[in-house]
């Protein structure tokens, strides 16, 4: 192998595909994802593991002081600020020989954390979740997927079932004594104490 091709081999990944594939289009925190991560090559490698790379990211506008040469002054600006609320890197396949030729679909399935944000978008801030399929090599630069944007979703609560509640009119009768008002089913004053004679 010449020189040149050695170097080129290290800054570029091998000439294979990975893409993923789901049986539907959004998800609810705490259930699995399952999907495929579907393989193939036209150049013969070592990986080291197959995997599925997800996060959750939620990003928030803010105001940020900042010096500005031109003004000489410091100056408020919008920006955004992201921030990584959730990251796994589940394999699929332990290291392989993949060949010239080589296709391949691997089953995989991810639970969505329970405690997990759902998918969220406003003028001021967004949840977003990512995920992408990684075929991993060393020494070379990795073969990785288009990055999907997945739709989760917080789960439906269930139901409230109350029990019938029965409402009571209490009727209310002065006290003889004292004038303070008092439940007619009382026997005593809840006030002064006397006895109820009526």
Known sequence: MSFFRKIKDKLTPPKANVSLKFGKDGFVLGENVEGELVVSSDEEFEATEMRCEIQC????KGIKRTYDEGLRRE?????WEAATLYSAKPTVSDPMHIT??????????????????PTYKSIDRKVTWYIKGVIAIDGRPDVTSK???IQVAQPSAAPVVREKEVIR???????????????????????CGARRTA
Do not use: H
Not at 57 to 60: K, N, R
Not at 75 to 79: I, K, L, N
Not at 103 to 117: D, E, H, I, Q
């Open 147 to 149: 990055t999907m944007e």
């Open 75 to 79: 100056v408020e600006r919008e920006v």
């Open 57 to 60: 990211v939620e990003e928030a």
């Open 169 to 191: 009119e209490v009727v209310m009768i002065p006290c003889k004594y004292c004038g303070a008002l008092m439940p007619q089913t009382d026997t005593a004053c809840p006030n």
């Open 100 to 117: 010239r030729g080589f296709t391949k679909t691997f089953p995989f399935s991810l639970n969505m954390p329970v405690g997990g944000r």
